[in-house]
């Protein structure tokens, strides 16, 4: 399976949208520092996914997810919450 996901950090009003293979192990590495941009603002949660067989068609959400319209349907997802 693969994954795409949203994580939320806990101190900062942040988001991050990833895709992953290992949703567990993804969110370990994210928590750890090890992602340039997620260890500024760690600890993070995650707070949306999905599951997709195909790896592309994940990569694909992702890329959907990031967009304007992608960020407008996670906004409805959380009643107006702020996806920056």
Known sequence: MHYVYVLKS???LKYYIGCTGDLDKRLIRHNEGLSKYTKKYKPWNVIYSEAYIDKFAAFRREKYLKSHA?????????GGSSIG
């Open 70 to 78: 992608g960020r407008n349907f996670l906004k409805k997802v959380w």
């Open 10 to 12: 806990e101190l900062y």
